[in-house]
């Protein structure tokens, strides 16, 4: 099993004044519907016509398709639009599922209006691949899961894959960062070798939640101390061509957690990237290893109450406007 949702969760799902020039755009005006929530992390999948290996033994609950019209009932009574994130089909999918996802966008049928679309980065074919796409305003960037049991530490850092993630930069696209968290001092030396390209960091560098509290009876040692994971995130948050993606944690959530579960990994986030710097994803349907949609939002919600009003509406809305270039 290949997917960091599902370590050591399987079995227990029943239910811009700083942003650098040049690199984070400033040309969009900020929503001024408060309600409004951009998520960042929008999944759709269609078993009838894509291969999505890392399904094989996942629990029931993800194993079938997922519609635009699913996510519309699982977002009803939210001002939800939604930047869709590929979906690890196998490789040689790549073109085909980027090509339904803009059609579906074009369609208008969707609260979906950009897309990050699914790439092998290090391949000789990754060039022909992206080019495809130089130009479209509704591709954002590409993300390519790197957290799987099979790839290895240091994947990121070979010579062809910082060459493909350069050359995102130079055609104005990002790269999501999807690692292991004892992976990410190789995402921090990989940003530093691309300052012209922009990163966003997935699931709050997927953090080990147990790390963050006392260790329970019979239950497995944390795959990283707090320390480690915060020092890491630190390490790739200084580079002002990153933003950390506020999502994907409620999956890891423990039977019967609740927001204080989730407030160390996401508030450290907020303060090592800033409020000008964060962004919200849902991470659906995924999340439902954890909650519904809703249950992510309350639970957030709770946990950034004390900060300002402004600074909620950025991580909520505005930053990813401004991120993504989106047209709403």
Not at 107 to 115: E, K, L, R, V
Not at 268 to 296: I, K, M, N, S, T
Request: glycine residues 8%; aromatic residues 8%; hydrophobic residues 40%.
């Amino acid at each position: 099993m290949n997917r960091r949702l599902f370590l050591g969760n399987a079995a227990r799902m029943a239910l811009a004044p700083v942003l650098s020039k040049g690199l984070f755009s400033q040309g969009h005006a900020a929503p001024s519907d408060e309600s409004l929530i951009i998520d960042t992390h929008q999944h759709l999948w269609d078993l009838s016509s894509q291969k999505l290996p890392w399904l094989d033994g996942v629990p029931k609950i993800l194993n079938r398709s997922y519609t635009t019209e699913d996510y519309k009932a699982a977002t009803r009574g939210f001002n939800v639009r939604a930047v869709y994130m590929e979906v690890d089909v196998a490789a040689e999918e790549h073109a085909k599922e980027a090509e339904a996802i803009l059609s579906l966008i074009h369609s208008g049928a969707s609260p979906t209006i950009g897309a990050v679309i699914g790439g092998s980065v290090a391949s000789p074919e990754f060039a022909p691949y992206i080019g495809r796409f130089k130009g479209n305003p509704l591709v954002k960037g590409v993300r390519q899961v790197l957290h799987g049991d099979k790839t290895p530490s240091g994947y990121c850092l070979q010579e062809r894959f910082v060459k493909g993630v350069r050359l995102l930069g130079a055609q104005g696209m990002s790269f999501d960062l999807c690692l292991r968290a004892v992976d990410l001092m190789d995402a921090a030396k990989l940003v530093s070798l691309c300052p012209d390209t922009r990163f966003v960091l997935d699931h709050c560098g997927n953090p080990d939640l147990k790390a963050f509290r006392p260790a329970r009876d019979g239950e497995e040692k944390p795959k990283h101390t707090a320390d480690e994971w915060k020092r890491s995130v630190e390490a790739i948050a200084k580079n002002r061509n990153v933003i950390g993606k506020i999502s994907g944690v409620i999956a890891s959530l423990p039977q019967g957690g609740d927001a204080s579960d989730l407030a160390p990994a996401v508030n450290h986030c907020l303060d090592a990237f800033g409020p000008d710097r964060v962004v919200f994803g849902g991470d659906w349907p995924v999340c439902l290893l954890g909650g519904e949609f809703g249950r992510w939002v309350a639970f957030l919600k709770q946990i950034i109450n004390t900060r300002s009003a402004a600074d909620q509406q950025k991580l909520w809305s505005q930053n990813a406007v401004r991120h993504y270039t989106l047209k709403l």
